[in-house]
């Protein structure tokens, strides 16, 4: 089968629909399953959510700068798995927003017998009937190892009450038990990092836009994400609630701006370098947070009122 008969096959069986959405107080046309991509898209992608650059990092100085980075990431693992420390870190964000990119170059040059990704499917029967942390718990790391979690146990803190997936008092009992397991993983000793990759919502129809249409990528675009287009305000609700009710002093949330993939990988692999000891350390390669990237979850907050 061809590669052309594939996507179309795809998107026919996905029943894709047109949708009139209201961005920034207009409505905007949007037949996703149209090859060619909007210009008011097109134009508005990369600037959208206040996005603070008008170009993407240079590819040299990008692939320079995430080598280094990774550098460095090599000896700190190497220094874990000297002292037995243990670390997890959690990728969230809207659906395109840059999750798995961002954790593959996180992991790119680490022993991938001790450097594990995480990423869950729909939890089971057995699963359902358990208590909601239970099947996140058995992945925690042990001794010298780091987990990357591609989404968490905050799905249902965004998505599952978006999407109805939970019950209102589901959702209630997560926000009172979270923090305190979180407290309580922290204070075992494991070094603990919650990363929301914010997207601007032009930016995000552009990236589906780009998976429905590639051979390589299509089987990336759910009906979940189908969903989700029209759901944008109803996300944004949600996700300052979690960073109200979970941004805390033992396990805060940052935020990084992931319209350019590149920048936001490179800030993702530096706050986690930042706030790290290890035999050969060279803060000068780490360097400092791009502060127009990279925000505390309370200072973005108080930016969007």
Excluded at 143 to 156: A, K, M, P, Q, T
Excluded at 171 to 183: I, R, S
Excluded at 277 to 286: A, L, T
Aim: contains cysteine; glycine residues 6%.
């Amino acid at each position: 089968m061809s590669e052309t008969k594939q996507v179309a096959e795809h998107l026919a069986e996905m029943q894709l629909q047109p949708l009139d959405l209201d961005l920034h107080g207009k409505t905007r046309h949007f037949d996703i399953a149209e090859p060619k991509l909007p210009k008011w898209i097109e134009e508005n992608a990369f600037s959208s959510g206040d996005y603070p650059y008008d170009d993407k990092l240079k590819r040299k100085d990008y692939e320079d700068t995430l080598e280094a980075l990774q550098g460095e990431l090599v000896k700190l693992h190497a220094h874990m798995q000297k002292t037995g420390e243990r670390l997890v870190v959690l990728f969230e964000g809207r659906d395109a927003a840059g999750k798995g990119g961002t954790i593959s170059r996180f992991r790119g040059h680490l022993n991938p017998r001790q450097a594990r990704v995480v990423a869950l499917s729909k939890p089971t029967e057995t699963e359902q009937g358990q208590w909601y942390f239970q099947r996140y718990i058995q992945h925690l790391p042990t001794s010298g190892e780091i987990v990357l979690f591609d989404r968490s146990w905050y799905n249902r803190a965004v998505v599952e009450p978006v999407m109805g997936f939970c019950t209102e008092a589901e959702y209630e009992a997560f926000l009172n038990a979270v923090n305190p397991f979180e407290k309580l993983l922290v204070d075992d000793g494991i070094r603990f990092f919650k990363f929301w990759l914010n997207i601007g919502r032009e930016m995000q129809l552009e990236r589906f836009h780009d998976r429905v249409h590639d051979p390589l990528k299509y089987w990336k675009f759910s009906s979940i994400d189908l969903k989700g287009i029209s759901l944008w305000d109803r996300y944004t609700d949600y996700r300052n609630r979690m960073f109200e009710a979970t941004h805390t002093a033992h396990a805060p949330w940052t935020v990084i701006r992931s319209n350019d993939k590149r920048r936001a990988r490179i800030e993702a692999i530096r706050q986690v370098l930042l706030t790290a000891d290890y035999e050969g350390r060279d803060p000068e390669i780490i360097g400092e947070p791009d502060s127009r990237i990279v925000k505390d979850a309370a200072t973005f907050l108080a930016a969007k009122r």
